[in-house]
């Protein structure tokens, strides 16, 4: 058996970074769901209240669809926490999250390979476009509350500090970058750091590697043909490229 919600209280504070001194200026809301009260028991709403009062955040409950909006410096995230079996019920609720918060997450717990396919096969048979709501992974249940406020403390740190155009900025840069375009390569599967070079170099952006066919990364690159037939499964096999690897 796993630990408790009641046990695991302690060692969250002990170890988070949430708990600092330096944090606790940072005063906000949680709003939980009743649906999440209800579906959880006492030690799983006192761990709660507990992480949520080390990071001053006051608790409060609604009948809300996501299961907790967090608002702290004029920002609102709002998540939805799955930590069971997936249901149409989730569904539900996520469209309506998505359509009403412009910051929204879903925090999954994905403890196994098999766990990240079923998840990936049902999310993006949705229809989702994969930038929102974020899908954060998490190992266990007891992560994903400390994950919540991690975020939450991110966002309202970013508004406190007047930065959130900046990185905005910045991450569009990166993404553009040659190192992003390299660590994105590299980390297909089945490819080494060689067989990386040798795609952009042959091939060039990650768009035209994406329209690229097996034949003509072959003619153009050094890659064995189960390589090639990796970078082509990538692509083109959306469940298979949007599966995080354990």
């Known amino acids: 058996a796993g630990p408790s919600w009641g046990s695991l209280t302690d060692s969250l504070l002990r170890s988070s970074e949430l708990a600092s001194p330096s944090n606790l200026s940072m005063a906000g809301v949680c709003i939980c769901s009743e649906l999440w009260r209800q579906s959880h028991s006492q030690d799983a709403v006192s761990t709660l209240s507990a992480l949520l009062q080390a990071a001053s955040y006051r608790l409060r ?13 004029g920002v609102s995230i709002a998540f939805v926490v799955v930590d069971d079996d997936l249901t149409f019920m989730y569904l539900r609720r996520i469209l309506k999250m998505r359509g009403t918060f412009q910051n ?47 975020i939450a403390f991110v966002h309202a740190e970013c508004k406190r500090q007047g930065i959130t155009g900046m990185v905005d900025l910045e991450r569009k840069q990166f993404v553009q970058s040659e190192d992003a375009r390299m660590a994105c390569v590299s980390s297909i599967p089945r490819l080494e ?7 952009v170099q042959g091939v060039g952006s990650l768009e035209a590697i994406s329209r690229s066919s097996r034949e003509s990364i ?11 037939e990796s970078v082509m ?12 690897l354990l």
């Open 193 to 199: 750091l060689h067989d990386a070079h040798s795609l």
């Open 61 to 73: 409950f609604s009948a809300i669809a996501p299961d907790f909006i967090l608002s702290n410096a």
């Open 233 to 244: 499964k990538l692509f083109n096999d959306r469940v298979y490229g949007s599966t995080p």
């Open 104 to 150: 929204s997450y879903v925090i999954v717990t994905l403890s196994s390979e098999a766990d990240y396919s079923v998840f990936s096969e049902f999310y993006f048979s949705l229809g989702f476009d994969g930038e929102k709501p974020a899908c954060i992974p998490v190992p266990s249940k007891h992560m994903a509350l400390e994950k919540m406020i991690r």
């Open 218 to 228: 072959m003619e153009t690159t050094d890659l064995s043909v189960d390589s090639a």
